[in-house]
């Protein structure tokens, strides 16, 4: 039998793993008595951890929330993976760099040797793309409010910024009513944050930048959400910006699958939606303002590519095939040549 406190370590990493363990379960598990697991369960609420127990013959215990933060378990692939993230947090635009740093510190902390070693060897660096504008940053208590308002499907009211220039205020005029909208969901698209809703004034849908969005309390009735157009947040997100800060998006989109690991084509296609389909493969939704256009991007990938639709993008690699193929027959020509007539 394990010692005690190796034995509560193993109930503790048990009770997080899923929402409702049976007594009995447990107690197999730990290969324990049931009156053991309920020693255990004790012991663990003594040190702060809210244990939830239910009782009858299917009852059992729940790891419930509680009023304060108790110490938390964490496998080495968990704690690497905190670690990594919170390295990265500068990235998010969330205004959590500080925040991030002292977390990471804490739970470096408590780190054994082993995972220390691990962490700080990975030094991570974000660097932005050159010409690349800097993502304004986001205060991390509106996130808090837009999340609250969309998962309790609250109407918000919110004062909505100009991109650039004065405000109302400043200029003398008067100030605008404060916008209404449904909010759908918060999502991230070049390391800006914003807010898909239904806009009630415009009675359409909108994405919103959240870092110009002040929301005001209190918050609006309850609604009962509405379709999103094609019922996918991160295409729809893609059609409204494709190309560009604003609505419209580009006119020719096409799908392909490449012979490469998501990771490297996502590092190079910020504009499409990536999505990995193996170790070396992925499919990529992207678009551009012609389809030889689009076709030349997707080539300069070094790899096969398989188009997936539609058929004005095959037609465009095959256009672009004759007129590579005629250009590595031509003879070397002076930069005065008129070209062959085709």
């Not at 938390?72 to 990235?91: C, G, H, N, P, Y």
């Not at 030889?292 to 004005?312: K, M, N, Q, S, Y």
């Amino acid at each position: 039998m394990q010692k005690t406190s190796a034995r509560l370590l193993s109930l503790l990493s048990l009770l997080q793993a899923r929402r409702d363990w049976p007594g009995q379960l447990l107690a197999e598990r730990l290969a324990v008595s049931a009156r053991t697991v309920r020693r255990d369960v004790d012991r663990l609420r003594e040190l702060g951890y809210p244990i939830v127990a239910s009782k009858g013959p299917d009852g059992g215990y729940r790891l419930g929330a509680g009023s304060r933060l108790p110490p938390l378990l964490f496998d080495d692939d968990q704690a690497v993976a905190l670690a990594v993230a919170l390295r990265t947090a500068a990235t998010t635009g969330a205004g959590i760099e500080v925040a991030a740093a002292r977390a990471l510190q804490t739970v470096r902390q408590v780190m054994p040797a082993r995972l220390r070693h691990r962490v700080d060897a990975m030094e991570v660096t974000a660097v932005e793309r050159a010409g690349a504008r800097p993502n304004p940053q986001v205060d991390p208590q509106v996130l808090v409010a837009l999340s609250t308002a969309v998962r309790d499907r609250e109407v918000l009211r919110f004062d909505y910024s100009p991109v650039s220039g004065p405000t109302a205020s400043e200029t003398g005029h008067a100030v605008p009513p404060p916008r209404r909208a449904e909010p759908y969901h918060l999502v991230t698209w070049g390391g800006r944050w914003y807010l898909v809703a239904w806009d009630l004034d415009r009675d359409d849908w909108r994405t919103f930048r959240v870092d110009r969005l002040a929301p005001r309390t209190p918050t609006g009735p309850r609604f009962s959400p509405r379709e999103l157009p094609g019922g996918d947040v991160a295409a729809f997100v893609a059609d409204r910006f494709q190309g560009s800060d604003g609505a419209g998006g580009r006119p020719c989109r096409g799908e392909v699958i490449l012979d490469l690991p998501a990771s490297v084509v996502s590092a190079y296609s910020s504009d499409g939606i990536v999505e990995e389909l193996g170790p070396d493969r992925c499919r990529l939704l992207l678009g551009a303002w012609s389809w030889p256009g689009l076709a030349a991007t997707i080539g300069r990938f070094d790899a096969d590519v398989r188009v997936v639709g539609p058929p004005e993008l095959r037609d465009a690699f095959a256009l672009l095939a004759r007129r590579y193929a005629d250009a590595a027959a031509e003879p070397p020509a002076g930069p005065d040549a008129p070209l062959p007539d085709r």
